[in-house]
T-cell receptor, first 116, second 113 residues
Framework: AQKVTQAQTEISVVEKEDVTLDCVYE???????LFWYKQPPSGELVFLIR??????QNEISGRYSWNFQKSTSSFNFTITASQVVDSAVYFC?????????????FGRGTSLIVHP | NAGVTQTPKFRILKIGQSMTLQCTQD?????MYWYRQDPGMGLKLIYYSVGAGITDKGEVPNGYNVSRSTTEDFPLRLELAAPSQTSVYFCASSYDGGKDTQYFGPGTRLTVL
């Protein structure tokens, strides 16, 4: 079983639509960390957000918002009023302790295509 | 700061050849990682290091070796290249390990023919 499931392989929207990218994780730990990264067509990986398991506050950063719900083991990412520049692959990652170190595990990614 | 740099950007190898992917960071991070990215599969951890002289296997270490003689450098060695190692390789570093943001290099696209 995957530790991080991004069930949406590809999402296609028209500019100005809102879009939510789902991330469901699996862990038995009480302390863990969650991340979202963006990979635009140029290929680099860019950090978007980090959350620890004790901080369930939702976060908003401009058009981006994140909804962390421990009850459903989900950490979903919403883009409001999407723009063409949001077209990218988005990765969710879970970091949990193993052998004294926190080891990241990435989901398979969701490819977001925003059409003008 | 240059951040995390990787060389080369692209490389084509023949089956059975060997090569070293270079990774350097100038942020004085103790933690460094090597991932491979295959289409539709996300990033898979190959090896990681928690400091100079200390390395450990990740999820997919077979066919690879690493060393960490300095804080800055974390080279990845491929011995006896196989077509299954065709992938994009990313190096990353972080200040506080997996609890922290990872800073990624630009990647190396490797093709094994």
């Amino acid at each position: 079983a995957q530790k991080v499931t991004q069930a949406q392989t590809e999402i296609s929207v028209v500019e100005k639509e809102d879009v939510t990218l789902d991330c469901v994780y699996e862990t038995r730990d009480t302390t863990y960390y969650l991340f979202w990264y963006k990979q635009p067509p140029s290929g680099e990986l860019v950090f978007l957000i980090r959350r620890n398991s004790f901080d369930e506050q939702n976060e908003i950063s401009g058009r981006y918002s994140w909804n962390f719900q421990k009850s459903t083991s989900s950490f979903n990412f919403t883009i409001t009023a999407s723009q063409v520049v949001d077209s990218a692959v988005y990765f969710c990652a879970l970091s949990e302790e193993s052998g004294g170190s926190y080891i990241p595990t990435f989901g398979r990614g969701t490819s977001l295509i925003v059409h003008p | 700061n240059a951040g995390v740099t990787q060389t080369p950007k692209f490389r084509i190898l023949k089956i059975g050849q060997s090569m070293t992917l270079q990774c350097t960071q100038d942020m004085n991070h103790n933690y460094m990682y090597w991932y491979r990215q295959d289409p539709g599969m996300g990033l898979k951890l190959i090896y990681y290091s928690v400091g100079a002289g200390i390395t450990d296997k990740g999820e997919v270490p077979n066919g690879y070796n690493v060393s960490r003689s300095t804080t800055e450098d974390f080279p990845l060695r491929l011995e006896l290249a196989a077509p299954s190692q065709t992938s994009v390789y990313f190096c990353a570093s972080s200040y506080d390990g997996g609890k922290d943001t990872q800073y990624f290099g630009p990647g190396t696209r490797l093709t094994v023919l």
